[in-house]
C-alpha cells in the first residue's frame, strides 16, 4: 500500500470519529465505561471474524513483542478512562478543546521518528487547524475553577496518551493490523470491569439507542482504530495529525444537520481555518518529499 492511500485510510478514521457525538447522544443514558465495554467487544469481534475471513489466521496475532500489546491496549484503555474522567469533573466544551490537542502533538512528536523530517509548515498548519476546531469545540464561556483543574488534567491527559499512542504505533509499525482486535477486546474488558465498580447498569432504551450503540460499535469506536492503525503506520502521520481536526468540524456539522446544534459564522470561520490548516501542511508534506527526492 502507497504511503499517499494509507493516508487516506487514515483520513477515514477521522471521518468515523466525526460521528462519535451523534451517535453517543443516540445512545441515550448507558453509562460511559458500559457504553465503551459494549462498543469495544462489537469492535474487537468484527476484528477477529475480519482476521479469519481474509485468510491471515488467527495464528498473526502470535509472537507479538510484549510492548505491541502494552501500548495498544494503554492507548485505547487508557485515552477512554481519562476522557470519561474529563467530561465527568470539567465542562465539556473546554475539556474537550484541552482532550484534542492529540493531534496538535502528533505533528511536533513526528519529528522523533526516524525518516521523519518536521517542517515549519507542519507546525504552521497544525496550530492553524487547532484555532479551527477550538472555534467549534471551545465556545463555553466556563472559567478554569480550581475544583475543575483535575478534570481538565485528565483531558490532557487524554492527548498525551493518544499522541503517544499514535507515534508508537508508527514506531511498532511491523505489528499487523490484526492486533487492534485484541486491543478492542482487552479495552472492553478493562471497561466492563470498571463499570462494575463505578457505575450502575443502564441498558439502551428501544431499538433507537440499540443502534446507535452498534453504530458505535462498528463505527467510532470500532472500524476506526484498524483504519487509524494502518494510516499512522504507512501514512504521512503529519498530514494525519492537521486532518484529524476535522473530526471537530464534521461532528458539529453532523449535530447541526440532525438539530441537536446551530449553525453559525464561528462555524463557517473554522472550515475555513481547518481546512486552510491541512492545506499548508499537505504543501509542507509535499516540498519535504520532493526534497527528498532531489537529493536522492
Same mark, same amino acid.
Given at each position: 500500500?502507497?504511503?499517499?492511500?494509507?493516508?487516506?485510510?487514515?483520513?477515514?478514521?477521522?471521518?468515523?470519529?466525526?460521528?462519535?457525538?451523534?451517535?453517543?447522544?443516540?445512545?441515550?443514558?448507558?453509562?460511559?465505561?458500559?457504553?465503551?465495554?459494549?462498543?469495544?467487544?462489537?469492535?474487537?469481534?468484527?476484528?477477529?471474524?475480519?482476521t479469519i475471513?481474509?485468510?491471515?489466521?488467527?495464528?498473526?496475532?502470535?509472537?507479538?513483542?510484549?510492548?505491541?500489546?502494552?501500548?495498544?491496549?494503554?492507548?485505547?484503555?487508557?485515552?477512554?478512562?481519562?476522557?470519561? *474522567?474529563?467530561?465527568?469533573?470539567?465542562?465539556?466544551?473546554?475539556? @474537550? =478543546?484541552?482532550? +484534542? %490537542?492529540?493531534? $496538535?502533538?502528533?505533528? !511536533?512528536?513526528?519529528?522523533?521518528?526516524?525518516?521523519?523530517?518536521?517542517?515549519?509548515?507542519?507546525?504552521?498548519?497544525?496550530?492553524?487547524?487547532?484555532?479551527?476546531?477550538?472555534?467549534?469545540?471551545?465556545?463555553?464561556?466556563?472559567?478554569?475553577?480550581?475544583?475543575?483543574?483535575?478534570?481538565?488534567?485528565?483531558?490532557?491527559c487524554c492527548?498525551?496518551?493518544?499522541?503517544?499512542?499514535?507515534?508508537?504505533?508508527?514506531?511498532?509499525?511491523?505489528?499487523? *493490523?490484526?492486533?487492534?482486535?485484541?486491543?478492542?477486546?482487552?479495552? @472492553? =474488558?478493562?471497561? +466492563? %470491569?470498571?463499570? $462494575?465498580?463505578?457505575? !450502575?447498569?443502564?441498558?439502551?432504551?428501544?431499538?433507537?439507542?440499540?443502534?446507535?450503540?452498534?453504530?458505535?460499535?462498528?463505527?467510532?469506536?470500532?472500524?476506526?482504530?484498524?483504519?487509524?492503525?494502518?494510516?499512522?503506520?504507512?501514512?504521512?502521520?503529519?498530514?494525519?495529525?492537521?486532518?484529524?481536526?476535522?473530526?471537530?468540524?464534521?461532528?458539529?456539522?453532523?449535530?447541526?444537520?440532525?438539530?441537536?446544534?446551530?449553525?453559525?459564522?464561528a462555524l463557517?470561520?473554522?472550515?475555513?481555518?481547518?481546512?486552510?490548516?491541512?492545506?499548508?501542511?499537505?504543501?509542507?508534506?509535499?516540498?519535504?518529499?520532493?526534497?527528498?527526492?532531489?537529493?536522492?
Amino acid at each position: 500500500m502507497t504511503g499517499q492511500k494509507a493516508t487516506a485510510v487514515g483520513f477515514g478514521a477521522v471521518m468515523l470519529w466525526a460521528c462519535l457525538a451523534l451517535f453517543t447522544v443516540g445512545a441515550g443514558g448507558v453509562p460511559p465505561l458500559q457504553l465503551s465495554a459494549m462498543c469495544f467487544a462489537i469492535g474487537g469481534i468484527i476484528g477477529l471474524v475480519w482476521t479469519i475471513v481474509a485468510g491471515c489466521g488467527l495464528a498473526v496475532l502470535r509472537g507479538q513483542r510484549p510492548a505491541v500489546w502494552g501500548v495498544g491496549i494503554a492507548g485505547l484503555f487508557g485515552y477512554h478512562v481519562c476522557y470519561f *474522567t474529563a467530561l465527568s469533573l470539567a465542562p465539556a466544551a473546554p475539556a @474537550s =478543546l484541552v482532550a +484534542f %490537542l492529540w493531534p $496538535l502533538l502528533i505533528v !511536533p512528536f513526528s519529528g522523533l521518528l526516524p525518516g521523519e523530517r518536521l517542517r515549519p509548515g507542519h507546525v504552521l498548519g497544525a496550530v492553524v487547524a487547532f484555532v479551527g476546531a477550538g472555534l467549534v469545540v471551545g465556545g463555553s464561556d466556563a472559567g478554569f475553577a480550581a475544583e475543575q483543574i483535575p478534570g481538565y488534567l485528565a483531558a490532557l491527559c487524554c492527548a498525551l496518551i493518544w499522541s503517544g499512542y499514535s507515534i508508537l504505533s508508527r514506531r511498532l509499525g511491523a505489528a499487523p *493490523t490484526e492486533t487492534v482486535a485484541v486491543f478492542c477486546l482487552a479495552t @472492553s =474488558l478493562l471497561s +466492563f %470491569l470498571a463499570h $462494575l465498580v463505578f457505575e !450502575p447498569t443502564v441498558w439502551p432504551d428501544g431499538a433507537g439507542q440499540w443502534l446507535a450503540v452498534v453504530g458505535l460499535g462498528l463505527g467510532p469506536v470500532g472500524l476506526a482504530f484498524y483504519l487509524w492503525d494502518i494510516g499512522v503506520k504507512h501514512g504521512n502521520i503529519q498530514m494525519l495529525g492537521v486532518a484529524s481536526y476535522a473530526a471537530p468540524l464534521l461532528s458539529t456539522l453532523l449535530l447541526i444537520a440532525t438539530g441537536h446544534a446551530k449553525a453559525g459564522v464561528a462555524l463557517l470561520v473554522a472550515a475555513g481555518l481547518v481546512a486552510g490548516g491541512a492545506l499548508i501542511a499537505a504543501r509542507a508534506g509535499r516540498s519535504s518529499r520532493n526534497g527528498q527526492k532531489s537529493t536522492g
